[in-house]
């Protein structure tokens, strides 16, 4: 899987738009989560990080969903 805040292609933006309004806003909150502490030289917390079962990829499911759609319009 690669890594949807580095290299945005027409896909990912796409997927991104289609995003329902909560998981947009929750996306964007830890992107700018993400770089203020980056610039603070800081860490996250170690109880704030996500764990593996907790994950959610909203955004690659939205990806395939997206592409199936396309490809199943193409077959018809």
Sequence with gaps: MRDDTIYEDEDVKEAIRR??????NDRMFRIKR????NLKHQI??????????EKKTTLSLMCEMMLLKLLSKSLI
Excluded: H, R, V
């Design 34 to 37: 993400a770089l203020d502490l």
């Design 19 to 24: 995003l329902p309004e909560n998981l947009y």
């Design 44 to 53: 996250l917390p170690k109880e704030q990080w996500t764990k593996y079962e």
